[in-house]
Nanobody
Framework: QVQLVESGGGLVQAGGSLRLSCAASGFTLSSYVMGWFRQAPGKEREFVAA????????YNTDAVKGRFTISRDNAKNAVNVQMNSLKPEDPAVYYCAASLSSVLRRSPYEYSYWGQGTQVTVSS
């Protein structure tokens, strides 16, 4: 059974940091493009970052430029996102997802498997 489980969300002050992790089971994460998305209340799901099997990343530059770093740990079958300098516009439910594509994808429709999400809240 394919499963993605996110962890690491919580409440942080503006300017602070959080590290989200996504543990995969039921499949080998290294074979997939892995992505992070976020969704705030009343808004569409937004691409945050993705990483391919080689470890090459791509980011939603406008939203997270220079602040977020995605990484993968194939040995642990996990993907992480380090979020620094968090802003009041960053709060959302953050989801990790797996795509069967061999190319980095930004659309949520290109991702087949999703975690349940983890809440990130930023206080000003």
């Amino acid at each position: 059974q394919v499963q993605l489980v996110e962890s690491g969300g919580g409440l942080v002050q503006a300017g602070g940091s959080l590290r989200l992790s996504c543990a995969a089971s039921g499949f080998t994460l290294s074979s997939y493009v892995m992505g992070w998305f976020r969704q705030a209340p009343g808004k569409e799901r937004e691409f945050v970052a993705a990483i391919n099997w080689r470890g090459a990343p791509t980011y939603n530059t406008d939203a997270v430029k220079g602040r977020f770093t995605i990484s993968r740990d194939n040995a642990k079958n996990a993907v992480n996102v380090q979020m620094n300098s968090l802003k009041p516009e960053d709060p959302a439910v953050y989801y990790c997802a797996a795509s069967l594509s061999s190319v980095l994808r930004r659309s949520p429709y290109e991702y087949s498997y999703w975690g349940q999400g983890t809440q990130v809240t930023v206080s000003s």
